[in-house]
């Protein structure tokens, strides 16, 4: 299986900071990476697909990047609406996999 | 629009059965493999495995070989979950979760989570 490792696993900045979160692949993924955030008590929602892809009505100050095992999710100005964990995803191959989450709270 | 509505929580005792439902609407049924992903306390989403939705044949990851069941209702467009002789440890939230167009396996719908909570 493809291990997903999240760095960190938690952080706390302020409304305004520019904020990345990493995702390393236990072997090569190309490109196959997801990024999803999950609110409390909620599912979790698609933010990139395709590693670099911006899923539709997500904010353009979410973007991801990155290829074969070391991807990034950058937030380039961060807003209190955007704490939550955030997941990266493998699908490129079976079975799926996740990172362990990093959890972002605004000071 | 595309909507995954799953059935309500559910309290079980261990040994018993629970069948969780996953209705799906705004779009072909067929078109798109369904997966399943569990979620335990405190812990990120696992990935159960899929059921290719036009054949009905179910993939499970190692670890839900066994108890877990992936099915099919085409004609009312609903998967289901059935996991049996239930144990404490699969308390979790269970989500269904449909690949997004063109990028299959990445998830870009999902149902709202059911609750299994199981105790006695």
């Known amino acids: 299986d493809v291990q997903m490792t999240q760095s960190p696993s938690s952080l706390s900045a302020s409304v305004g900071d520019r904020v990345t979160i990493t995702c390393r692949a236990s072997?090569?993924?190309?490109?196959?990476l997801a990024w999803y955030q999950q609110k409390p008590g909620k599912a979790p929602e698609l933010l990139v697909y395709?590693?670099?892809r911006l899923e539709s009505g997500v904010p353009s100050r979410f973007s991801g990047s990155g290829s074969g095992t070391d991807h990034t999710l950058t937030i380039s100005s961060l807003q209190p609406e955007d704490f939550g964990i955030y997941y990266c995803q493998q699908y490129y191959t079976i079975p799926r996999t996740f990172g362990q989450g990093t959890k972002v709270e605004i000071k | 629009q595309v909507q995954l509505e799953q059935s309500g929580s559910e309290l079980k005792k261990p040994g018993a059965s629970v069948k969780i439902s996953c209705k799906t609407s705004?779009?072909?049924?067929?078109?798109?493999?369904m997966n399943w992903v569990r979620q335990a306390p405190g812990q990120g989403p696992e990935w159960m495995g899929w059921i290719n939705t036009n054949t009905g044949n179910p993939t499970y990851a190692q670890g839900f070989k066994g108890r877990f069941v992936f099915s099919l209702d085409t004609s009312v467009s609903t998967a289901f979950l059935q996991i049996s002789s239930l144990k404490a440890e699969d308390t979790a939230v269970y989500y269904c979760?449909?690949?997004?167009?063109?990028?299959?396996?990445?998830?870009?719908?999902w149902g709202q989570g059911t609750l299994v909570n199981v105790s006695s």
């Open positions: 072997q090569g993924i190309v490109s196959s």
């Open positions: 979760a449909r690949d997004r167009p063109y990028y299959s396996g990445s998830f870009g719908f």
């Open positions: 395709a590693a670099s």
């Open positions: 705004g779009y072909t049924f067929t078109t798109y493999a």
